[in-house]
């Protein structure tokens, strides 16, 4: 063997013993459930968002209705 192929093979034992050594302590793991709880967030952030657009149309129109009310009275009196 050369030196090239040498250094090629020590690198490649290092990867495995580094994936082996992640695989072991739970790193992979945790990185799904980390990758899984940021689409969970992101979904519920999502969700927040349209329900204060909801909540802000139902405040306009709360407004609009009573501004339409006040209207109304006051035609009625003249």
Same mark, same amino acid.
């Given at each position: 063997m050369n030196n090239?192929?040498?250094?090629?093979?020590?690198? /490649? !034992? /290092?990867?495995? /013993?580094?994936? !082996?050594?992640?695989?072991?302590?739970? !790193?992979?793991?945790?990185? /799904?459930?980390?990758?899984?709880?940021a689409a969970s967030a992101a979904e519920e952030a999502k969700r927040g968002k349209e329900l204060e657009a909801k909540v802000q149309r139902d405040i306009e129109a709360a407004q609009k209705t009573a501004a339409d009310a006040r209207a109304n009275a006051e035609a009625e009196e003249q």
């Amino acid at each position: 063997m050369n030196n090239s192929s040498m250094v090629n093979l020590r690198l /490649a !034992l /290092a990867a495995t /013993a580094v994936s !082996l050594l992640f695989a072991g302590c739970g !790193l992979a793991e945790t990185t /799904a459930v980390a990758a899984s709880q940021a689409a969970s967030a992101a979904e519920e952030a999502k969700r927040g968002k349209e329900l204060e657009a909801k909540v802000q149309r139902d405040i306009e129109a709360a407004q609009k209705t009573a501004a339409d009310a006040r209207a109304n009275a006051e035609a009625e009196e003249q």
